[in-house]
């Protein structure tokens, strides 16, 4: 936008306006210089008064249009050990913004008011003022950004330092409005005016990203206070257009049409296993350390790759560090606990948080003989070396337990059957962003993780059968962003990432040729031990133009894949298109090739095939984005994927150097996806905020014959509705889900299998369909304040009319259509707790 | 994790009370196992099939009797022979979907179908009900095409014709025998007349000496022994203390039937062709399946050494009620191994009750295949 239009002027300031400068880190620093304190006037010379030191960052809520005076009118009770008792709102501005500013102002840091040298508690008015400050002058590349695309949600501080700090020395860009002489003047013990502090810090919006044809980006109550979530930030996602739902909650992202294992889940820029833990549970890494949340239906941006769908990508943080605080929450299910301890004034930071399920000592009670666990940690250091560098240390695991004991019967034939899962992994990952000149940026970070997959059965009568999976992943990435000039910059980097993979088994391999099915399963054990490497590395450059109001991304991704006998490189192009039209509408297209190397089992000479190319998507879409007044915003998208080297199960005898080799895997699958996706939203504002998101979609498989049909998860119509509203500390939500059912296919024959003792049916696909899928999730939370403990209670309940939503068909052992039973999806589920945060 | 995506629907699964009829509880006309004789015949040799066919009251079903028709064929075009190994049909063979006996569709010969005057075949003219046989002379007919078919094979991939030679002489190359019973009658007033059916491979080797069936089975029923051996009608077990009476039981108790634990001895080797192309020698697990018509069984089907069942019998006296129980060996048994800390073994479990009345004598036997196998590395 440029500066001379109007519009586009309205625009980038309603942009800013979004970015009530929340929490005072910029602001707190110019505060907290002495100056202003020695130089006001004093009323009794005996008495100094409170010098704010430090404040925690705020982010306000996006959309929030404020005029430029906004300020919120406190009093403000100052102990004698700096920190704040008391902080009571004396001229409200707005309910969410006060309730916001109040929770600030609690979290500050003073310099006491003393009487001759020793401090005292004082009570000031306090003038908390939200800086508006003028985009041109504070932010000019941002402000064109915010209308046509900048790479950066965060606004930083107008004076380019740290975003996060709050430390006394950042005061290089003192805010002319800062002191108020006026406010500033009368100071008493018991009545103090402190005056009126602007403060502009790090404060949050969305832009469209360079390179990414879609992105949605939550944040804040967005993602921790959805019904149905159980407050859980990262299954928000499954609410948002473009994921179709996946049978039992399992979280699991069916994405544009896509399998399962073709969204990838990255934290901090590095990949992860699962986002979730096992059993509907709650997400692995601690809602309170999620900084941001950015899902990419498709057409993600070159700096990521190795996924032919979608992209998952959370940026962590660390939680406010302008003390030392503790947190604690219980609820039915599981208990967590999280501690941070700031040091070197705020600079720098440690948090740990912790978390246990308790299935394990519920289920019994209703189940007999299946047995849940889950456990996750994180521990993160960060500090802030100066204004230009950062570092952070991440460390963080999870280990989820299913095991499943007692079987068919109860005699000793079966009953000590055990069937047991265990899935864990660990990551580190250590960062280094630095800020460099002309708001050019660099980022090295490096992962070291393992992982291990463990399946065992044990039956009676049959050898044990083990699958032990272990995987010790190494990952370097080097991020840059040159800013050329204010129409141009680029994006590039480079990310190499290593799999050591072995496996350990007695598995269930496929029988032998020859061999017999046997009335129960008796798995042929074959003894297994093996390592794969794969070694992937990747060059990405992404040139931004901007052309007035059309922004155009060129990119190129280039991955070297080095895996069993292929080694080859891949390219992947892409290009984004974005023109607004109007302030208010934006066109965009994108498409671009997308490349998905196997896992590594897949390529495991034995029982794989390690000439397996990599999967390949080919993803093109279109569509627009309408800002609409308040602060609702719309997007639709069509998009078209097809889908190629898709990995599928086969069984053949190939010739290898090594002689005749079975193979299980070959890469000549096909599929094609198509659809529309809507979004309609109104962000945070007023205590309200909520979507409507809609996906139609198709996806299809072309079978053997040649033939497309429906993808086995093809749902058409994927419908959600969430909303939240607070008011007086009571917020209430509700989410509606309405979805096509998946297809289904008919048994039309079956055969008595004279050796299994079993009936083989024959099933024809009639074009059925699984009964639609509904589901109404509830949510009421209610904050409370007990000076030194603060939090909420929520209650929680998903499918609050108990529908009984079909996620399968059962049939007769004969497979006679007549008699079946449906497969019931997640029932009724309710859940309550607190979180406690002490401070 | 997305790969454990199907067991934790299965987990899911076993959450739910599911209520549907038990596959161990015989209510529906059914065949409830299929021998042949022998279990690996070579090329040349006759093959007998036989069946084991209920109705929904637990009384046999036989062929040529009440309208029943039992038609028995066998599919022996190379195409279905080269898919059952995951081969594609090599240029140059011919196509064959086995709708009709030129596509390589054979039907098998009945006794009604036999002249007992033909040298070759008149013995089987005495065949009974359900029973049908395969001349050897077809199979030998029929095997040398496949022969013929390994250099055809070669040049379109060596090593898969290397594999299929090495299956038919050493391993077996199994073919599905087919079933099909038409009642002529619909299973309940009003529903439509469908025929149903069933298959048993059978592995033609040359391999000597081939695997031969289990005996027929002898097992004690609460304190008696009950054993279908030198019993001369097919299918029928009978109390080894005849002198005793017939078999009972009390209204309402539980009654554990034992199987003879002596399959140790007719456990054989067979080879199998494994994930890394070599052959394998396997040793045979022993599998018992058992079927009620009233009350209710505890397992339904146990494997070695876990061999004993539990018949609920039902409460009503004066039942004269039917058993069945099936004798496989087949896929591998491995040993037992002692439990793990995760995934141990842990005993859990309900007991599923119902309702029966005394049995009557009723067995099965030979429904199986043995192998026996040499091992060694494929060349390719």
Request: proline content about 9%; aromatic content about 8%.
């Amino acid at each position: 936008v440029e500066s001379g239009r109007p519009a586009a002027r309205w625009m980038a300031r309603a942009l800013f306006a979004l970015l009530i400068g929340g929490g005072p880190a910029a602001g707190a620093q110019r505060t907290a210089d002495p100056a202003p304190a020695e130089e006001a006037p004093v009323a009794a010379p005996v008495v100094t008064p409170p010098v704010l030191l430090e404040a925690p960052e705020l982010t306000l809520p996006e959309g929030a249009e404020l005029p430029e005076d906004a300020a919120v009118g406190l009093i403000v009770t100052i102990l004698p050990d700096g920190s704040v008792g008391e902080a009571l709102v004396e001229e409200p501005l707005r309910p969410d913004v006060d309730a916001l500013v109040e929770e600030a102002a609690l979290a500050m840091r003073f310099e006491p008011a003393r009487r001759d040298g020793e401090p005292i508690p004082v009570r000031i008015r306090f003038r908390y003022r939200i800086s508006v400050t003028a985009p041109a002058e504070a932010e000019p590349e941002g402000a064109a950004e915010g209308a046509d695309g900048g790479n950066d949600d965060e606004a930083a501080p107008a004076d380019g330092s740290a975003a996060d700090g709050g430390a006394a020395e950042d005061a290089s860009a003192a805010d002319p409005d800062a002191e108020d002489p006026e406010d500033a003047g009368s100071v008493t013990v018991d009545d103090l005016d402190f005056g009126a502090t602007a403060f502009r810090a790090r404060a949050v919006r969305d832009r469209p990203e360079p390179g990414a044809a879609a992105r949605i980006t939550l944040r804040a109550e967005e993602l921790t206070t959805v019904p149905g979530t159980f407050g859980e930030p990262l299954r928000v996602v499954a609410t948002l257009p473009g994921v179709t739902r996946s049978p039992f909650g399992l979280g699991f992202f069916l994405v544009r049409g896509a399998n399962f294992g073709n969204t990838g889940f990255f934290v901090d820029g590095f990949e992860i296993p699962l986002l979730y833990h096992l059993a509907a549970g709650p997400a692995v890494i601690s809602s309170r350390l999620v900084e941001r949340l950015d899902f990419y239906p498709g057409g993600y941006p070159a700096r990521f790759g190795r996924f032919s769908a979608g992209i998952v990508s959370v940026e962590t943080g660390p939680p406010p560090t302008d003390r030392i605080r503790g947190e604690l929450e219980i609820d039915l299910f599981r208990a967590s606990a999280l501690a941070v301890l700031p040091f070197d004034e705020g600079r720098g930071s440690v948090a740990i948080a912790l978390r246990r399920s308790y299935y394990d000592l519920i289920l019994p009670l209703v189940i007999d003989g299946l047995t849940v666990e889950y456990t996750d940690y994180q521990l993160r250091a960060d500090y802030r070396i100066n204004d230009q560098v950062r570092v952070s240390l991440f460390a963080f695991g999870s280990d989820d337990v299913l095991d499943q004991s007692g079987a068919f019967g109860s005699g000793t034939a079966s009953a000590n059957t055990s069937t047991f899962t265990n899935y864990q992994f660990q990551r580190v990952i250590g960062k280094i962003d630095i800020r460099l000149p002309g708001r050019s940026r660099l980022s090295i970070a490096g992962m070291v993780g393992r992982e291990r997959q463990v399946f065992a059965n044990a039956s009676p009568g049959q050898p044990d059968l083990t699958f032990d999976l272990g995987q010790t992943y190494l990952g370097l990435r080097v991020d840059g962003e040159i800013r050329w000039a204010d129409w141009t910059r680029t994006l590039v980097g480079f990310d190499i990432n290593t799999v050591l993979f072995g496996v350990e088994a007695s598995a269930f391999t496929p029988g032998g040729l020859g061999q017999y099915p046997a009335p129960l399963f008796t798995p042929q054990p074959s003894p297994v031990n093996r390592n794969v490497v794969r070694a992937t590395g990747a060059l990405y450059l992404d040139q931004v133009f901007n052309f007035g109001p059309v922004q155009w991304s060129i990119a190129g991704r280039f991955d070297y894949m080095r895996y069993g006998q292929v080694s080859d490189v891949y390219p992947d192009p892409r290009t984004v298109l974005r023109w607004r039209v109007a302030p208010e509408l934006v066109f965009k297209a994108a498409t671009g090739l997308f490349t998905q190397p196997p896992v590594a089992f897949q390529v495991v000479p034995e029982g794989g095939n390690p000439a397996l190319r990599p999967e390949r998507s080919w993803q093109s879409s279109t569509g627009f984005e309408l800002t609409l007044p308040e602060a609702v915003e719309l997007q639709a998208t069509a998009y078209y994927s097809q889908m190629f080297q898709i990995s599928r199960q086969v069984n053949r005898v190939v010739n290898t150097d090594e002689g005749p080799r079975r193979q299980f895997f070959a890469d000549d699958g096909e599929g094609r996806a198509y659809g529309l996706e809507i979004l309609l939203r109104r962000r945070i504002e007023r205590g309200l905020y909520g979507w409507l998101s809609y996906t139609l979609s198709r996806s299809e498989r072309r079978n053997g014959d040649g033939i497309w049909e429906p993808f086995a998860f093809d749902q058409t119509h994927t419908l959600n509705l969430a909303a939240s509203y607070e008011v007086d500390g009571w917020r209430f939500g509700g989410a509606l889900q309405l979805v096509t059912g998946r297809p289904t296919t008919t048994p039309v024959r079956a055969r008595f299998d004279g050796d299994e003792g079993d009936f083989n049916p024959s099933f024809r696909d009639l074009g059925e369909r699984l009964p639609a899928f509904h589901r109404l999730d509830l949510r009421i939370d209610r904050d409370f304040d007990l000076g030194p403990l603060r939090g909420s209670v929520y209650i929680d309940v998903q499918n609050v009319y108990n529908a009984p939503n079909n996620e399968g068909v059962l049939y007769r052992f004969d497979f006679d259509p007549d008699q079946t039973q449906r497969l019931p999806g997640i029932p009724i589920l309710p859940t309550f707790g607190v979180r406690g945060i002490i401070d | 994790l997305k790969r454990l995506v199907p067991f934790l629907a299965l987990f899911a699964a076993g959450c739910i009370d599911i209520d549907l009829p038990s596959p161990t509880v015989v209510d529906t006309p059914r065949i409830l196992a299929i021998t042949s004789e022998p279990p690996e015949p070579a090329p040349g040799t006759d093959l007998v099939v036989g069946a084991m066919i209920v109705d929904g009251d637990g009384t046999p079903i036989l062929d040529g009797r009440q309208g029943v028709e039992a038609t028995w064929t066998v599919c022996l075009s190379v195409q279905a022979l080269l898919s059952g190994l995951g081969q594609a049909l090599p240029e140059g063979a011919p196509r064959q979907d086995c709708v009709d006996e030129a596509s390589g569709l054979v039907t098998l010969r009945e006794a009604e179908d036999i002249d007992p005057a033909d040298p070759e075949l008149g013995r089987y003219a005495s065949l009974p009900p359900n029973f049908a046989v395969l001349p050897g002379a077809v199979s030998e007919a029929r095997f040398g095409g496949l022969e013929a078919l390994v250099p055809l094979l070669a040049a379109q991939d060596p090593a898969a014709a290397e594999v299929f030679r090495v299956i038919v002489d050493e391993v077996g190359l199994p073919i599905e025998v087919n079933l099909e019973v038409d009642l002529n009658r619909a299973p309940d007033p009003g529903d439509e007349v469908l025929p149903f059916e069933g298959f048993k491979r059978v592995a033609f080797t040359r391999r000597d000496p081939a695997t031969t069936n289990p005996p027929a089975p002898r097992f004690r029923f609460g304190g008696r022994w009950v054993s279908g051996r030198g019993v001369e009608a097919p299918f029928l077990c009978q109390a080894e203390d005849p002198e005793n009476g017939p078999v009972t039981a009390q209204a309402g108790a539980r009654v554990a039937i034992a199987p003879e634990e002596d399959d140790e001895r007719w456990r054989e080797e067979y080879p199998v062709v494994n994930l890394s192309g070599v052959v394998q020698t396997n040793r045979e697990q022993s599998y018992y399946s058992y079927f009620v018509r009233d009350g209710s069984l505890r397992e339904g089907v146990t494997q070695a050494p876990f061999r004993d069942e539990e018949w609920t019998v039902p409460s009503a006296p004066g039942t004269s009620s039917p058993l069945w129980v099936v004798v496989r060996d087949g896929a591998p048994r491995g040993e037992r191994l002692p439990p793990r800390r995760r995934g141990g073994v842990r005993s859990r479990g309900a007991l599923r009750r119902g309702t029966g009345a005394p049995p009557r004598r009723a067995c099965t036997r030979r429904p199986s295949r043995s192998t026996r196998g040499v091992g060694g590395r494929l060349s390719p």
